[in-house]
């Protein structure tokens, strides 16, 4: 027995990945204990019991931190009780110093319960500013994020990495024990606060790859695109943290301090070959059907000489720079790479404090505050056309040739007051949209912990956080916002031989500049400048918690099972937490929801572990828990409810299993409870007329009947004019906020099995069945599928968002807030092994240490709707369109680590996941597309997505005892991403692949130092 507690935690072995079935053990393990990165040997194991803790000192860096107090914080995840949990996955730090500890979000995504995101890949997107961390691709609002047990937000940005000594994952609900948001789980970092002495942690990365694919050399050359260089390097990241700390009053406290700085290069589509042109499917016209049985280059593209429909025909100018038109001819397309970036430029700053003093042998006080300020840069930089639908032009316009005037306005061509109608595409090759994102995150935190007893412990704490994130854009065009700009741009008169807007001639604009588009030599660069917009954001979230708990045992009162050994564990918390939001935009997004709101939540809460039967044959332990909250929140009549239980029951020694059910809730602040003011809009009336030459067919009365339509609104809208050829007709929409939104609910179980086996010392498994489903989830109103879901699949709940005149049968409005009307189930296995082997030898050779680690992830089922009727899709096995990027139904993370018999560390990991099919092709109705006039078989040239295999391999290696090098490589093999293109504007697909599953980017080098100082 004492043999197999001893290694029970040394299975933390390789990148430190481990799963806490010693809970399941005699006795419970420290979810901290490692593997020694210098010998390759196994920690020694450690008791926690409740009200004492014995924590590991980091004899580098902590030597003395711990002088003068037996007291030492024990953070237990999932519970507010002092014991350990089953069901956690517990990341230790050498995952971090071996893949990045720069970049946690992308660190964590090797995992297979975390699903990858974008990060800091892609360009353009305000919404790709923070790092989030999503577990079970439930979404990251439903995902909880805590750091040292305490809230946060949802940004890993704010943590520096190297600080991090372990990272707690539990997935499944935990309202009970943490309140709102923790639906798919809780994710707790755990900082080190405590340093004697001064260390400096840096590394370096970059991108590497080889250009030598002769699919993309053909098709870049067919293009006209330029190749890029042979070997492609790039996209560094820089990342350095200094902390220092000293011990005050002979131990009894620490000043600890700390900075980090951190870079992220940005990488240009150019910069390889399998980026370089986005990927399309060719469009045979054979006569008018898509073949798609060929990839070509596709849309980084221009005319220089622009194109203009006038009259009926199609023109372009001359290219002599005379104001005359020719046909449009397809030769003088000029094709050009994209310029915009596949990864944004960032810069981080990192900085804080910590001081820790014990009041007394048994009292502790601590204090924090951490900041974080960081920038992105990114930019929309291609040939863009800036198209003119339908603008009226002044036949005397200045700026016209006479050929021009004739075409466009006929007998009136140079008659004043007289106009012709114009469509043209105006195309810029120097077009660059400018974007940056700037976020400022501020926390304190104080607490006041201690033992009132053996059996009792206190903690008393308060948390204020500040987040700011602005948003800016230049040079932005937008049709909408800008549409009466380019017509006062286009109506210019003759001013004394000038060429002047009318609008500056009557002082009605006196800034207009005129859009001289009918010549070859191009727009004045001036006009540019006013018809693009500068546009922004400010998006303030603020939250302020205070929470007092206690937990101990009834074992002074006597209060246990009489089967059992220990007492009853109890913790009892009441938490007060305030919660703001607003966001505001300006400029060209000005029309953006404006909100500012706030709720708060008093809580109080309690949890049982209650010991029924120990230390009897076949019964080693068997033990219920279960926790209680009731949360009442200023913006909600009732009191919310939430509980878990659970059962363990360890048979024997090494042999456990564990279930729990959780009852957990999300409120919906950030959702935007406030109600935002409607905006005008247009919405396609299927039930309305077609205009004059549409090939459109009417809905029938039986149709449109599904909404409640009556038949004297049916008929009268036969008259109704408002609508244009293709049925679009005016709406006001109600966007945003539902001050009627009700917290969404989710009802998840957990089953597992934990081994660890007499006669295979240092092996662990656990295994884990979960089951996540959430009901009355948050669903903005996607006005794209409202007519469908209503007039062709007789859904009524998107029936009822339409709103008509009662006497015209129009369409006056469309609701398009958000809903609790869907759904999302998720459910699968969690499949665990650790092997540590202490000693390798061949005779009386000494080969050093050997583990191995594997974490797999079985996903059997991911359902999800958005209305109660409408269609539920099933996106597990399948990519692209609707499902996005690709569902696997299993991935793993495994690995071999070599403890080297001199010195030192060697890994090998290797991550995988399994094929993906085209949703397209899916038997799933929601999902499949139905073959249309023009597209007998859709997207053949991408049915599968292979199975992907990645290889990392890590050395850490020790100079002396105060200094460690560490280098890495990310997709050794440099494995090129399978191609998906931008086949149809809804793929979903980035960079012609999906870069969350697929590292597009070729290999990523590392190198890092840690090394204290003094």
Known sequence: MSRLLKYSTAIAVCLGVCVAGGAFASEPLSPGASQDATEGQPAPAEKVKAGKAKKKVDKKEDASAEQGSDIAEVVVTGSRIRRSRPGVTVVNSDLLSTRGAGRLDDTLSALPQVAPMLGEKGSNDPRLGPARINLRRLGAGRTLTLLNGERMSNDVYIIPGTLVERVDILTGGASAVYGSDAIAGVINFIVKKRFNGLVIDSEMSTQESTNDDPFYEKLLADGGYPQPKKVAWGGTQTYTTIAGGHNIAGGKGNISLFAGFRRSEPMKFSMFDRTACPLYMNVQPVPDMQTNDTWSCGFSEYNPYHWFGAGDGGYTNAKDGSRTWRPYDVNDIVRTPQNDYLQRETKTLNAGGFFTYNLTDKITFDTSLLTTGYEQRGQNAQAVNFYIDGADVACDNPLLGAQQAQILCGPDAGVAGKTGTLYAAIFRPDYTNQYNIKTYDVRAAAHLSGRMSSALNFDLSVQRSRRTEKYLGTDIFDWWATKDLYKKALDVVNVNGVPTCRSVVDGSDPNCVPFDVFSSKGPNPDVWKYVTLTGGSRVITEQFVATGAINGTLETYGIKSPWATDAVGYAVVAEHRWNRAAEEGSGAYSWWSRYDNSDSVNELGGELDVPLIQDVPYVKQLSISGGYRLSKYKSIKDPLKTWKMEVNYIIVPGLGFHASVNRAIRQGVLERLQQASPYSGTFRDYCAPPGPGSNLERYSYTQCSSSGMTQAQYDALSNYKACDNNGYCPVLYRPGGNPNLQPETSDSTTIGLAFQPKF????????????????????????????????????????????????????????????????????????????????????????????????????????????????????????????????????????????????????????????????????NAPLASAPSWNNTDSYPLIPKLPASSYFDLALNYPITKDVELRFNVQNLMDKTPPKVGYADAGSGAWFNTFPQLYDAFGRTIRVGVHAKIW
Request: with cysteine.
């Open 760 to 923: 295979l010392p240092n092996f662990n498994l656990t295994l884990d069945y979960y089951d996540i489903n959430v009901k009355g989830a948050f669903n903005w109103v996607r006005t794209g599928i409202v007519a469908d879901q209503c007039y062709n699949q007789h859904v009524d709940f998107y029936c009822g968002l339409i709103k008509r005149d009662p006497t015209t049968g129009a369409v006056t409005e469309i609701n398009a807030m958000y809903q609790n009307s869907g759904f999302v189930r998720n459910k699968g296995y969690d499949l665990s092994m650790n092997y540590y082997i202490p000693a390798l030898k061949v005779g009386d050779h000494a080969l050093g240490s050997l583990g191995l680690a594997y974490n797999g992830s079985f996903l059997t089922g991911y359902d999800q709707a958005f209305a109660p009727g409408a269609p539920v899709y099933s996106c597990l096995g399948y990519f692209g369109f609707y499902c996005d990027a690709p569902w696997p139904k299993y991935r793993h993370y495994a690995s071999a680590s070599w403890g080297m018999p001199w010195k030192g560390r060697l890994t090998l990991a290797w991550r995988y996941a399994s094929s993906t099919t085209n949703s397209k092709l899916a038997p």
